[in-house]
């Protein structure tokens, strides 16, 4: 929370939750004073509360619109000065709420609101010494055994004045972590897309660079293959040319990972995927004997979401389990959690020690030997959740396989 936050509500909800607590307390006061027997004017000193409470229910409504909140200190530095006026003056113990509203203005407001406040409160603690209503109750009352009560009256607002401000500045200090760690959290995704913006640009740069030399190979290879297939002997030449074409697909295959991870799905707008839609979808693109192996199942209908950035999620976590499970169990659970979609996948592969988790979902990152792996899967996986402002646990450690949660927020 910044020093200065007037313009926000955040500032105004403070605040208005400060001064209710603080006029809880000065209500319970006057109505123990009754109990006790302690003469007190109450119908001015009612009268000061129910301004109070008429202020902070305008604050309240309308927190957009506060303006400056040091108003509202010195409005309370005045309603004090008030029923200080009416209960004894510089004698009441209760006079120690002036250090609560300086402490408080100086967290919540700029040096300069604070220093008036502060000398607000010294010139009407001040002029109480020379105006007010004395009490025999609250007064030191010649040492006597009033002088008795006075002291548990000091002890009581000593006590009041540290919860007020243990709790506000605890309450404070917590809500300063919060948005530290938004912040950090704001932070860390604003650096994933710039890593995904500048793959972008490496992808859209090298399909550029290497769909005309690659066009021509392919030219070349059907030319070799045609003449191969008319020259005796040519069973080898005709090797060659499936095998450049085999490695021509395998480098548009590269190219189109690169272009999926460079964001040309992340623009999508969010639609309804049905899941056994989705499931058959990533099955056909599977091998055969994967697509046996992968074991699906689901009690949800539908998932929000942009849909080609989904599958695509789906099938590179899927090929990431099939890559460290040769031979066990591949699975993918869809359940439904409250106001969620949560995607858990399994696999019994070799699973990953706690650094591999750490780094899995960096950018480039693999641990497979095969070299049409980018490491990306993940990437663009954290990638789409956090546009989505949802969650991507990993669970895993080596030998015990892998647990993968991804979590959708759905609209109601």
Request: net charge negative; hydrophobic share 50%; proline share 3%.
């Amino acid at each position: 929370m910044s020093s200065d936050i007037r313009p926000g509500a955040a500032g105004a909800e403070w605040l208005s939750r400060m001064r209710w607590g603080a006029l809880t307390i000065v209500a319970a006061s006057i109505g123990l004073a009754s109990l006790l027997n302690v003469e007190l004017p109450a119908a001015p000193m009612w009268t000061l509360v129910l301004v109070g409470v008429a202020s902070n229910l305008w604050l309240a409504s309308r927190k957009e619109q506060a303006g400056e909140l040091g108003i509202f200190f010195l409005l309370d530095v005045l309603l004090l000065t008030g029923l200080l006026y009416f209960s004894g003056g510089p004698t009441n113990p209760f006079s120690v709420i002036y250090v609560v509203y300086i402490a408080m203005s100086a967290v919540m407001l700029t040096p300069r609101w604070t220093w008036a406040i502060a000398g607000m409160s010294v010139l009407s603690f001040g002029a109480l010494f020379a105006f007010h209503v004395p009490s025999e109750h609250l007064g030191h009352a010649g040492h006597g055994g009033g002088f008795q009560a006075h002291l548990y009256g000091m002890f009581i607002a000593l006590v009041l004045a540290v919860a007020l401000i243990t709790y506000f500045v605890s309450q404070l200090s917590l809500e300063l972590r919060r948005r530290e760690r938004a912040l950090a959290e704001a932070e860390e995704r604003t650096h994933r897309w710039g890593k995904l913006a500048s793959i972008a640009t490496l992808a859209a740069g090298a399909a550029h660079e290497l769909g005309t030399p690659l066009g021509t190979i392919a030219v070349a290879a059907n030319e070799m293959e045609r003449q191969a297939r008319s020259l005796p002997g040519g069973e080898g030449l005709l090797e060659d040319a499936a095998l450049i074409r085999d490695e021509l697909d395998r480098c548009r295959r590269v190219l189109d990972r690169m272009a999926s991870a460079g964001g040309e799905h992340m623009g999508e707008p969010l639609t309804s995927v049905r899941v056994d839609a989705m499931f058959a979808e990533v099955r056909s693109r599977l091998d055969p004997e994967q697509a046996e192996r992968w074991e699906t199942q689901s009690d949800v209908e539908s998932i929000e979401a942009p849909q080609a950035a989904l599958i695509q999620m789906v099938e590179n976590i899927a090929r990431n389990g099939f890559d460290a499970c040769r031979e066990g169990r591949v699975a993918l659970e869809a359940r439904q959690r409250l106001g969620a979609v949560e995607l858990c996948f399994f696999d019994e592969g070799h699973g990953m020690d706690a650094e591999v988790v750490k780094r899995a979902t960096d950018p480039f990152f693999t641990t497979k030997e095969r070299d049409d792996r980018m490491g990306l899967g993940l990437f663009l996986a954290r990638a789409l959740v956090d546009s989505l402002r949802g969650q991507l646990l990993i669970e895993s450690a080596t030998g015990r396989g892998t647990t993968i949660r991804v979590v959708f927020p759905q609209s109601a």
